[in-house]
């Protein structure tokens, strides 16, 4: 198929008629789709169902006698700082071990710092005029953090090498209400982006005109990858300190797409001067977290390596889904200059960008025909996208059968309404 421009006024409204026949037959069907969250399908969860049974009545007490029903141990069990401090590059004494929300553990530090201030300006940041950098797109509970604390967020684009550090570089350096910056740095959420190292040494070494400039660098999706070759990121926390900058970054990982999303583990890596800051605060507001799903993460899993080999069964059940989302939306979509998308190498979403002015619409479309996505505009601070054309697609939940169809839909919709 040419590109819609080059159709003549006659082949457009014969492609159209052609389409509408399509989106026809879709609404007689009465679908049922869902393709809203990245949440891992039926099949990723029943992989880890020995981790309900692996810490029983028999087996409750760590390695080094203490007993994980009790209260206690506020930034979490040895062991369990042992298996993550692994996982995310740190010591051991970088590392603090949570509940099961990493999202939890950014929006506390938000509210520690709003009111407290941070471990090297104790001005609390509600009493600062204060801005906060998104790449874009980009995760929308990141925005909603920030937009649930008043704090004005810039647009930076997210390029495919990590976010524009030029534009990032220029904005910290001239402008001291600038507090910190978001980034979701390996296989980014939507577009499946990692930073190369250059952008992480720079961002770590980068002049800020505010003292106590914060990067919330959540690696939601360290081990996530959907082939052999795993994409490479450059420990930021250790670029920090080269830097001169340790107090810089703050960490954030989880398991909640590795177990259980309602069951998962969270950790936090920083400098030892931001543990010791925030270990401070949670004495005020905890006895102690569920070290009792610590320890079952601790027997199931083992270490980093029983962490990957379990990662690649996940990708043996989700690489497919990508696949067939990337090949339905070429056989429909490729050659016709109206949509783009990324093809990740892991992570949990595809970035697609439709033409000015028509996600929404897409979107619309879509969910008259029994197909729901995440809401056009999602993937930017305010749920404002300028341009009116990423949508996130999020392939993981539905069955490989129902993503077909439910990207089938997105594809026809797509074209419909790129034809006006």
Same mark, same amino acid.
């Given at each position: 198929m040419a590109d819609?421009?080059?159709?003549?006024?006659?082949?457009?409204?014969?492609?159209?008629?052609?389409?509408?026949?399509?989106?026809?037959?879709?609404?007689?069907?009465?679908?049922?789709?869902?393709?809203?969250?990245?949440?891992?399908?039926?099949e990723q969860l029943d992989i880890c169902n020995d981790l309900l049974t692996c810490v029983d009545e028999n087996h409750f007490m760590t390695g080094g006698g203490v007993d994980t029903r009790n209260y206690g141990i506020l930034d979490g069990i040895t062991e369990a700082k042992e298996l993550f401090a692994d996982f995310m590059g740190a010591a051991k004494n970088e590392?603090?071990?949570?509940?099961?929300?990493?999202?939890?553990?950014?929006?506390?530090?938000?509210?520690?710092?709003?009111?407290?201030?941070?471990?090297?300006?104790?001005?609390?940041?509600?009493?600062r005029k204060k801005k906060f950098i998104c790449p874009v797109p980009g995760y929308d509970r990141h925005f909603t953090i920030c937009q649930r604390f008043g704090i004005e967020m810039i647009n930076v684009d997210m390029t495919e090498f990590g976010p524009d550090i030029t534009m990032i570089e220029e904005l910290v350096k001239n402008d001291g209400d600038i507090v910190g910056m978001w980034c979701v740095p390996r296989?980014?959420?939507?577009?499946?982006?990692t930073c190369s190292s250059e952008i992480v040494e720079r961002?770590?070494?980068?002049?800020?005109?505010?003292?106590?400039?914060?990067?919330?660098?959540?690696?939601?999706?360290?081990?996530?990858?959907?082939?052999?070759?795993?994409?490479k990121l450059l420990n930021l926390l250790d670029a920090c300190k080269k830097a001169g900058n340790p107090d810089r970054v703050f960490i954030f990982s989880s398991t909640s797409k590795v177990s259980f999303p309602g069951?998962?583990?969270?950790?936090?890596?920083?400098?030892?001067?931001?543990?010791?800051?925030?270990?401070?605060?949670l004495f005020a507001q905890t006895i102690g977290p569920d070290k009792i799903?610590?320890?079952?993460?601790? +027997?199931?899993?083992?270490? =980093?390596?029983?962490?990957? #080999?379990?990662?690649?069964?996940? /990708?043996?059940?989700?690489?497919? *889904?990508?696949?067939?989302?990337?090949?339905?939306?070429?056989?429909?979509?490729?050659?016709?200059?109206?949509?783009?998308?990324?093809?990740?190498?892991?992570?949990?979403? +595809?970035?697609?960008?439709? =033409?000015?002015?028509?996600? #929404?619409?897409?979107?619309?479309? /879509?969910?008259?025909?029994?197909? *729901?996505?995440?809401?056009?505009?999602?993937?930017f601070p305010y749920k404002k996208d300028p341009l009116d054309r990423n949508i996130r697609i999020a392939p993981t939940f539905p069955g490989l059968d129902d993503l077909k169809k439910a990207t089938e839909v997105?594809?026809?919709?797509?074209?419909?309404?790129?034809?006006?």
């Open positions: 819609f421009q080059s159709l003549s006024h006659q082949d457009k409204q014969q492609l159209k008629d052609s389409l509408q026949k399509r989106i026809n037959e879709y609404k007689a069907q009465v679908l049922q789709l869902d393709m809203t969250r990245g949440k891992p399908g039926p590392i603090i071990v949570g509940g099961n929300s990493s999202l939890n553990m950014m929006y506390d530090i938000f509210a520690q710092l709003m009111t407290h201030g941070s471990s090297t300006d104790s001005t609390p940041w509600f009493s296989y980014s959420n939507p577009t499946g982006y961002l770590a070494a980068m002049p800020t005109k505010c003292k106590d400039f914060r990067i919330f660098w959540d690696d939601a999706y360290a081990v996530h990858f959907l082939n052999d070759a795993p994409d069951g998962g583990v969270a950790m936090l890596a920083a400098s030892e001067k931001n543990c010791a800051w925030l270990k401070e605060r799903n610590m320890l079952r993460h601790v +027997i199931y899993f083992k270490d =980093l390596a029983g962490i990957l #080999k379990h990662m690649k069964k996940q /990708a043996n059940i989700i690489a497919p *889904k990508f696949t067939a989302v990337h090949d339905i939306l070429t056989g429909e979509l490729a050659g016709k200059g109206i949509a783009s998308w990324t093809k990740p190498a892991g992570g949990y979403f +595809i970035s697609l960008n439709t =033409l000015d002015n028509c996600a #929404k619409r897409v979107v619309a479309l /879509a969910g008259e025909l029994g197909v *729901k996505l995440t809401p056009a505009g999602a993937t997105l594809a026809v919709c797509i074209q419909y309404i790129s034809l006006g």
